[in-house]
């Protein structure tokens, strides 16, 4: 009897340990395990081995396939696949621009990408003289004549600026609407200067568009130093004429799969937190900051507070949404999902501007929630989040309706168009530190949102 | 008359101009052109260029004539050399230890590197059976025994923790107090684990300690996977012998020299604002972030004031302290100097911790001065400044007396234990925004104190 009596005091004393941890140890906890044990960071380094995830390459489904075993092994309540239809845009083998005209620059070749959703060229290529544009407004000026040529868009990004994707945001124009601008003029092909902070020779691609009544027309970004090489050479030699070729080539849609993992709520299993990040990337790199940190570390979260044995309230969903880069059809394909459920969203994370330092979360949300999540930040401060504060959230979970919060996690924004959509964003770009310090702001945030009311 | 009145007008509005920008006007300038220029990041690749800037060594004389050279050109009104004495080690040329015991791991080579005041040893070396430590407190086990032996201190750096100092104040005691805690036992030498964040094997010197009244012995970094391999062989095979050659040698104290210039003030040329970094550096890399780059920025401070034609109230001086590393010399010569000259210093700032994204100012004041600089975040908040608190301010100024701020400059702290004391603290590791962002910081925080009355 006394035995038993001990043993129920044991467990008693056990279980209110458990039960009265404060948010401050809880935390304390979070941040030691990642910063350790740094899994996140060496599932990253796995992600990143296995080959481009652009929507429909034959390594993306064995990224998905990782992702989901990664889970399971993780213990997770539930893992499953959310079907999607997603574009398939192929770059091919040949992608190459050179300088034609005769003189010193003859046959020099330029450092060039195919922007996404390009149309390629035939085998001969086109060739034609080049304009430049200074300033993407530019090509509305209305004495500008490139018809039957190659416009050339040069508009440097803002190196004055502190926020580096407002510069990015300045800057952007040019490739997203170039060729659509370009071709209403009759011009050829487009060339655009590479949108990033960094004066190096390796271009990065990117989305842009067509408009359907408008004749299409190849796109291309060039490198920084390139893009000064191609300048001068204009100077020198008034007329250049360049070739192109590009063997990119836009295939039917696929299908695809949005990867979900699940930790079920003890209190409320209705109510749902979103953490997620988005598992498509450009195919130049390793797509390691632009979203491989993001989906690894929206895993990490759930697989936290696995590790940790925390209990929380309400069910912690990571979803990995696929085709963010070209159609979003991964955000749409779960916003509908969730409404057609009647699935209730108390609130979602995004984690899609690298991994770098934290430094603050961006809340849509209504003023009262925002003042409530501002108390947390003392709980927060300690993996370097310094602030939260009305703003956007992120381009994925910005599709969910009627969630309480939408919340875009911060990180420092100093270095992230160093690396963005190029050959530069590798795993050796990502810090273990800065990686983990973000897993576990996250981690904090999502267990304070499923264990508080907002 | 009426055209000397308009002109007189004109005159007039354009003084009147200059007279009334704001701060946040000013601030904004003062970030643009840090950033847009970089031109104390093209300052840092020259300083990096010139060779090790270890007190005493040749290349370090190199260094000081480049940094006249740099604030002549830059026109600061009074550009001088403070003589001091400083401590001359020299590494020399030889510099390895090896495994000699029979067994798989006979005559493995360990990425070593001598502790900064090491003795050397003689031209055949040192060799004993090693013994080790797993934390440094260890070493007065009385039931240790490690006469004639080689003393191998493997206290890791702890990951857990999000304060990299508080991480590397743990465990770097084993650097500068093993050498004399073992010589008291009788040990013959010490190796000692690299105090870093990095997982390499690149070893990470700095200061050591002798005691006088108890023999000298050699002291080594090892490179922490050769500290993983140490370890494994000595489990592996029980006893272990291991062989160390060391160059270095201590010679006389040399005349070098505090670089200084200045911008005299306006209104109180008399009251001093000094900006510094320490201009000596471990060997091993370019001493690119400890402290090249603090030194840069110091004087890209009064270059930025100068460039954007600011007329500072108080004299701004730059100091480029020498031997910070060893004796802190340089330091203790400036205070003597202004003691000596009576020189009134309002407050002085220090940066020597790494060129990384600024987060805050930590000042030694009375409460009321901190309170009143607390009122300028929201013109410094853009640099990424999120807080002004009490807190020490930095080694070298710290010796300065009855300033009535003593303020370290403190950027992000996760990379840069990477980096301290070795072979990789290059100038490849210096973000050129992050570091022009701690620039602007600074030359605002400057300005502000320059223009106010503490």
Known sequence: MIRVFLISLIVFIFSNVAKTQTNEEISADIIRTALEDRRG???LEQLCDIGPRLSGYPDSYKAIEWAQSVMHQANFDSVWLQPVMVPFWERGSVESAKIISKGKF???ELSVAALGGSIGTNEDGISGVVVKIDSFVHINNQDLDVENKIVFYNEPYDQGLVNTFAAYGKAVKQRTRGAIEAAKRGALAVIVRSVTSLNDNVPHT????????????PAVAIGIRDAELLSLAMETQGVLKVEMKLSCVTHEPKLSYNVVGEIFGEKHPEEIIVVGG?????DKGHGAHDDGAGCVQAIEVLDLIKRLDLKPSRTIRCVLFVDEEQRQSGAHAYAAMIDSLKQTHI?????????????GFSVSADSLVIEKMQTWLPVLRETGIEWIREGGSGVDISKIKNAKALIGFVPDMQ???????????????VH?????????????????????DL
Do not use: C, V
């Open 106 to 108: 003859k046959n020099q």
């Open 432 to 452: 273990p530190r800065e990686m983990e310090l973000g897993s576990a702001a996250m981690t904090i945030l999502t267990w304070l949102l499923s264990e508080s």
């Open 41 to 43: 960071y060496k599932w």
């Open 278 to 282: 988005h598992f498509d990337a450009w």
């Open 206 to 217: 990117g989305i842009m568009s067509y408009n359907d009544t408008i004749p299409k027309i």
């Open 415 to 429: 270095r992230y168009f160093d690396y963005h959509h190029s050959a530069n964003d590798t795993f050796d770009k």
């Open 347 to 359: 609130a979602a994370i995004e984690a899609d501007r690298g991994a770098f330092m934290p430094r």
